[in-house]
């Protein structure tokens, strides 16, 4: 013994070196047994026989597991899948005296029965823990099987329902105890659900004079005779926006798509620098259908002015050319309504709204409870109102006959209302918020009477559309999964997935836009689908 040495103190032993300094017999037969294998390993795989290799391969495996140590427990990258062996599972190598968890992907050491309190807290595996375990997972699947079984039970009697609903229907229908719109209502809330992809279209801007070309569908607005749609997208490398008219037509079904109608952009296009924050059609006449509102403010700084824009896109002679530019100075400009009754626009603007004349150029400042005009709706002619959703929770009834500039109504959201509705016989008015609430009042009572549940918003100035004959209204969320909800009941008929899910909720060019018809297209060549327009796709699906 060396004559240095401390009292206490005794030499450290390396791993597989014993007290004189010599390596063991038994580890060194290991050590030597592993190099051959590692050196030879590539080699010898295609030469040895395949029930010799899995002999080998589960001898080293044993080998690993033995000289683990005492701290060192196997993996699930050093098991063997063996699928002749009944030992074997398609997870793990059962190994005596080990357990497998799939979660984890780990082995833990089974102990025997443990009481010690101070190792309560730690996880440790006992044979107890292990039955339970299976028994609880086999009851897992009994239970995912016959919830499975129910379901299909449902839907085959839902289908049988909904057949002999529709056969009573039309018997009743020949005797003259309901119209055809009632039958119209219930085939489109009955076939909400057979939606399915039957083709889609991607948007080739190459042919346009811009440099850039599409990336993101922003919003899609269809006109009054459903043959037309204002877009504005997203270009690549560079902040500028565009929005262009796409016309809509009728198509024949081929065998590469089964769509009904297909959609082609029109050179009627404007782009700008500036963020456009809403825009919506503008005829000036009952022809025109060209026309279209914008309003825009800069992106990062309010040095650029806040601005409202009519222009008639179809214009080719200088003589037709509308531009009419409307200066808001440094205030931001959050949604813009066009009124085709009397030629006047508003403009929800920063703690106010503003009412102006398009053809004398004259502005009214409407009092707002100093509070952001989100989304406005205007009424009909003979009442000339004025309804607005403010940052504040308030939707806020103007009436434009009146020589003041203070609302005479209001009805109250718990956050800001981010699109408002009116229906057609404007009795009732379908108001959302940024918490993902659509409500639909009576204007009469001022109360609600009908909420619509399942909408996800986090923030975002999302809309909502209602079809023609007012049967449905549909969102697409912040979730990216579009909701079909029935009007009268509130019932949510149908979820649609977008075919891009976001990786987070605040990615607005994967939140897709969606309109739905029964009458897409000019003339007698119509056709009905729901057209969805998600990066510069633009996609059809049908219910038939």
Known sequence: MPSNRKKGKYPVVKSGVNKFGKTSERKRHFEQKADNHNR??????????????????????KLQVEHAGPSRYPTASTSVKNGNDESTNSD?????????????????????????????????????????????????????????????????????????????????????QICSEQLYRHTLNSGLSALKLCGKQTINGSHST??????????????????????????????????????????????????????????SAVQTGAKITHMCWAPMSDADDSSILYTSMGHITFDYPSLAMVRNLASTRVDDFLCMEFNLGSKAAWTCAWNKYSVQFSVGSEKCALLIDAQTRKLWELYTNKSDALSQAFSKWPDRLLYSGTRGGH????????????????????????????????????????????????LRKRKVVQEYGGHVNEYLQLPFEVDETETILYAAGSDCITRFWNIQDGRLLHSLPAPYKADSYYIRGLIPCVAYSDNWGKGDMTSSALLMGIKDEMRFYTMY
Request: net charge positive; glycine share 4%.
């Open 40 to 61: 030879n390993s590539a080699s010898s795989t295609k030469q040895l026989p395949r029930e010799k290799w899995k002999r080998k391969k589960e001898w080293n495996t």
């Open 92 to 176: 793990g190598l059962e190994i005596p005296g080990f357990h497998y968890d799939k979660e984890k992907k780990k082995y833990f050491r089974i102990l025997p029965g443990h009481s010690n309190p101070r190792d309560r807290c730690n996880k440790v595996i006992t044979d107890e823990l292990v039955r339970a375990k299976r028994l609880e997972e086999k009851q897992h699947e009994k239970d995912a099987l016959k919830l499975e079984q129910c379901v299909n039970r449902q839907a085959h009697s839902k289908n049988l329902n909904t057949s002999k609903n529709v056969v009573r229907i039309v018997n009743k229908m020949k005797l003259g």
């Open 210 to 267: 811009f440099a850039y070309n599409i990336e993101s569908m922003y919003k899609m607005v269809p006109n009054s005779n459903q043959d037309r749609i204002l877009g504005l997208w997203t270009l690549r490398d560079s902040m500028a926006q565009r929005i262009q008219i796409l016309e809509v037509s009728s198509a024949i079904k081929t065998a590469e798509s089964d769509a009904p109608c297909k959609v082609s952009l029109t050179d």
């Open 395 to 442: 939707v806020l009834c103007h009436d434009l006959r009146s020589s003041s500039t203070r609302y005479v109504s209001s009805l109250r959201h718990q956050l800001g209302v981010c699109c408002v509705r009116l229906m057609q016989d404007e009795n009732y008015l379908i108001a959302s918020d940024f918490q993902g609430k659509i409500k639909r009042w009576d």
